[in-house]
Nanobody, 118 residues
Framework: QVQLVESGGGLVQAGGSLRLSCAAS????????MGWYRQAPGKQRELVAR???????????NYADSVKGRFTISREYAKNTVYLQMNNLKPEDTAVYYC????????WGQGTQVTVSS
C-alpha cells in the first residue's frame, strides 16, 4: 500500500504561481511513476505532468500540451516527494489536482483545489 499526502493548492490571480507537493509513503518499487492529474468541473480527469523513475534515475517526463513551458514536475527521491511548479497560471488551469503514483498498483491522492482568478 502507498499513502499520498498532497499540499500547496489555493487561490491565485492569473499570471501567478503555485507549487504543489505530494509525499508518498509505503511500499514503492524501484520502477515507478509519479505525476499530477487534474479535473475541472464537468470535465474528465486529465494528465498534467508525469515523471517515471528507475531507482533514483529519471526515465522520462511528460506534460500536457496546455502546460508545457509553464509547469515543471520534479522529484525529491530522498523524501519520495513529487512537486509541480506552476507558473503563469491561467483561469483555465482551475481544477482539482490529484497526485498519482504507479508502483505495483495505482494510487491517488485526495486532491487539492487550484483556483486561478482572472
Amino acid at each position: 500500500q502507498v499513502q499520498l499526502v498532497e499540499s500547496g493548492g489555493g487561490l491565485v490571480q492569473a499570471g501567478g504561481s503555485l507549487r504543489l507537493s505530494c509525499a508518498a509513503s509505503g511500499r514503492i518499487f524501484s520502477f515507478n511513476a509519479m505525476g499530477w492529474y487534474r479535473q475541472a468541473p464537468g470535465k474528465q480527469r486529465e494528465l498534467v505532468a508525469r515523471i517515471t523513475s528507475i531507482g533514483t534515475s529519471i526515465g522520462s517526463t511528460n506534460y500536457a500540451d496546455s502546460v508545457k513551458g509553464r509547469f515543471t514536475i520534479s522529484r525529491e527521491y530522498a523524501k519520495n516527494t513529487v512537486y509541480l511548479q506552476m507558473n503563469n497560471l491561467k483561469p483555465e488551469d482551475t481544477a482539482v489536482y490529484y497526485c498519482n503514483v504507479e508502483t505495483g498498483g495505482v494510487y491517488w491522492g485526495q486532491g487539492t483545489q487550484v483556483t486561478v482568478s482572472s
